[in-house]
Nanobody, 125 residues
Framework: QVRLVESGGGLVQAGGSLRLSCAAS????????MGWFRQAPGKEREFVIG????????YYADSVKGRFTISRDNAKNTVYLQMNSLKPEDTAVYYC??????????????????WGQGTQVTVSS
């Protein structure tokens, strides 16, 4: 069983940057497409950005285009989320997730099998 643990959240001013990490235990990490979701207070959890299991393609929500990037290091069982030009509306709990779906670039929450516990990101104006 693979477990996911996020780190790197915190408080940052608008326009600043943060880098989140998601460390996975288990030997099958490389088989998972990985994604980041977020959930703001009173809102549904939403897809932010993802990367295929091979790492050959990334895909993202329009709201983070040009500001967020995702990468993975399968040798270290880790996926990263680099967030630049942060805005107050990016404030949320960010969750790392893994998918074994046959979908090449899964974006739907229901296609993800594994979830981390979440890390808080707060962007002040």
């Amino acid at each position: 069983q693979v477990r996911l643990v996020e780190s790197g959240g915190g408080l940052v001013q608008a326009g600043g940057s943060l880098r989140l990490s998601c460390a996975a235990s288990g030997r099958t990490f490389s088989r998972y497409a990985m994604g980041w979701f977020r959930q703001a207070p009173g809102k549904e959890r939403e897809f932010v950005i993802g990367i295929t299991w091979r790492g050959d393609s990334t895909y993202y929500a329009d709201s983070v285009k040009g500001r967020f990037t995702i990468s993975r290091d399968n040798a270290k069982n880790t996926v990263y989320l680099q967030m630049n030009s942060l805005k107050p509306e990016d404030t949320a709990v960010y969750y790392c997730a893994g998918s074994t779906s046959t979908s090449y670039r899964p974006t739907s929450l229901r296609l993800y099998d594994l979830w981390g516990q979440g890390t808080q990101v707060t962007v002040s104006s």
